[in-house]
């Protein structure tokens, strides 16, 4: 069963070759590795090129000039020849037995979908911190962001096909937009409790940055176009969860009126809240959530 990892690369020469090493060091074999140069302005091609000459001569090395992790990933995708897709950022790193293990439940279960997997971030100050699931509702889940990330998954090339793989017009939520759209498909999803993935942060040079405003706002309109589906597609998942849901979307728009208090009623306005019960958790208090159903979110963001 042929793996492909795909490598979006942006200004990543002073990481790339300790991902790549990572990748190479694999317990699972065959695999397929796609990097995708995606304008990049330092020596990240050049390196490229000569770890292909000198250590790894089966890597594939892409270029692509529309700017965005989501059109590398795509290309990479679009020339991918595995049944299953590790999909990686080149500043990030994959423990040696990450693929193995998890193929190795894929082939005993008959498994299609995606697997959704912890990981942990490792901080430029060298401190650590490990993502945790949500494993009792892959809906909440992923709205919670709690359904594993964009590396720390292992992704089914037939579904990613089926939903047309990355959504290339949006900058933020990436991953959360598009295991939204797996879920609507009818995708399965598989829970793996283990971290296989260190995610390592750097100060600049990512493919996609944006201010925190944007962010925010990018990861409230995904969620409620997310709401609006699964309240027509998938009621009942809808309904255990719409209180969960009402609670963490309020969390969110607090912490984007902070940053752009105009831009959080905008989107308060979009949703409904007259059947949300006032519900602690995401970060929101008992007292909090009391206050903010009494008094109502544009005061409450008024007085803070």
Known sequence: MLVSVIIPCYNVASFIGECLKSVYEQTYHPLEVICVNNNST???????????????????????????????????????????????????????TKISLQLTT????????????????????????TYELQEADPYLAAFIGKAGTTCSNLWSK????????????????????????????????????????????RISGQISQSDPSRRWSQLILTRLHFLKNIREHYPAAYERN??????????????????????????????????????????????????LKVIGFPLFTRLR
Do not use: H
Not at 160 to 182: A, H
Not at 247 to 274: C, G, H, Q, W
């Open 242 to 291: 719409q209180q969960l849901f009402c609670t963490f979307l309020m969390s969110s728009l607090l912490t984007l009126a902070t940053y752009n208090r105009p831009k959080a009623l905008e989107l308060y306005r979009l949703m409904n809240f007259t059947s949300w019960k006032p519900t602690e958790g995401y970060g929101i208090s008992r007292g909090k959530a009391v206050l």
């Open 158 to 201: 037939e579904w990613l096909n089926k939903v047309s793989g990355w959504n290339e017009s949006i900058q933020s939520s990436q991953e959360t937009d598009l295991m939204f759209r797996l879920l609507l498909a009818g995708c399965p999803v598989m829970f793996d409790t283990n971290s296989y993935t260190i995610l390592r942060d």
């Open 42 to 96: 330092d020596e990240t091609l050049y390196y490229l090129q000569t770890l292909r000459e000198t250590l790894y001569p089966d890597l594939l090395i892409l270029e692509e000039s529309k700017k965005g992790a989501n059109a590398a990933r795509n290309c990479g995708l679009q020339k991918a020849t595995g049944e299953w897709i590790q999909f990686l950022d080149a500043d990030d790193l994959l423990l040696p």
């Open 106 to 129: 894929i082939k005993k279960t008959g498994f299609s979908g995606f697997v959704a997997a912890k990981a942990t971030r490792l901080k430029v100050n060298g401190e650590k911190y």
